[in-house]
T-cell receptor, first 116, second 112 residues
Framework: ETGVTQSPTHLIKTRGQQVTLRCSSQ?????VSWYQQALGQGPQFIFQ???????GRGNFPPRFSGLQFPNYSSELNVNALELDDSALYLC???????????????FGQGTRLTVV | QKEVEQDPGPLSVPEGAIVSLNCTYS??????FMWYRQYSRKGPELLMY????GNKEDGRFTAQVDKSSKYISLFIRDSQPSDSATYLCAMSAYPNTDKLIFGTGTRLQVFP
């Protein structure tokens, strides 16, 4: 088990609602990346936070937003939920920019979001 | 065309078999290559990491990267039922080396 924890583990929301997902990074890690994994697909990079600043974003609309706190934990917020947002949301924590130049990224167990 | 292509399987093999998992990619800027294992309802777990071309071995696992062919492989020797999982390849490029581009994953089942 990694030291990355995500909450909640499961969530059901109605189309049009807003959702907040949380991630506590591993001790000593200052970078959190968020990924969306649809059923039967590989994870897709949403964005990354490094020392409380957004540091790179994938091909996701602005209704996907995030925050990183001084303790390096992070939130992913999704507004105006759509049915296609149903997926496993994963966060990964790492140390420093360019994780694979320094150390590996550890994934949490994910939050399974169902939009109905 | 996806940047990373991976056969989704499923791949079913008997215990003790040698398993070969593969990915192809189109972006020649990729320099960092990873293999993750994902059990059902769990997050991905890093198995192997390779920088640039070459081979890397760790126990029963061997990762190979052929940048000239844009092709990477993961070999599992003496496969065990506990190896049954989805195997994801992932890649990244400098300077965003921790922005990972994943394949779709190959589901592997090892039967006793």
């Amino acid at each position: 088990e990694t030291g990355v924890t995500q909450s909640p583990t499961h969530l059901i929301k109605t189309r049009g609602q807003q959702v907040t997902l949380r991630c506590s990074s591993q001790s000593g890690h200052n970078t959190v990346s968020w990924y969306q994994q649809a059923l039967g697909q590989g994870p897709q990079f949403i964005f990354q936070y490094y020392r409380e600043e957004e540091n790179g974003r994938g091909n996701f609309p602005p209704r996907f937003s995030g925050l990183q706190f001084p303790n390096y934990s992070s939130e992913l917020n999704v507004n105006a939920l759509e049915l296609d947002d149903s997926a496993l949301y994963l966060c990964a924590s790492s140390s420093g920019q360019g994780a694979y130049m320094n150390t590996e990224a550890f994934f949490g167990q994910g939050t399974r979001l169902t939009v109905v | 065309q996806k940047e990373v292509e991976q056969d989704p399987g499923p791949l079913s093999v008997p215990e003790g078999a040698i398993v070969s998992l593969n990915c192809t990619y189109s972006n020649s800027a990729f320099q960092y290559f990873m293999w993750y294992r994902q059990y059902s309802r769990k997050g991905p777990e890093l198995l192997m990491y390779t920088y640039s071309s070459g081979n890397k071995e760790d126990g029963r696992f061997t990762a190979q990267v052929d940048k000239s062919s844009k092709y990477i492989s993961l070999f599992i020797r003496d496969s065990q039922p506990s190896d049954s999982a989805t195997y994801l390849c992932a890649m990244s490029a400098y300077p965003n080396t921790d922005k990972l581009i994943f394949g779709t994953g190959t589901r592997l089942q090892v039967f006793p």
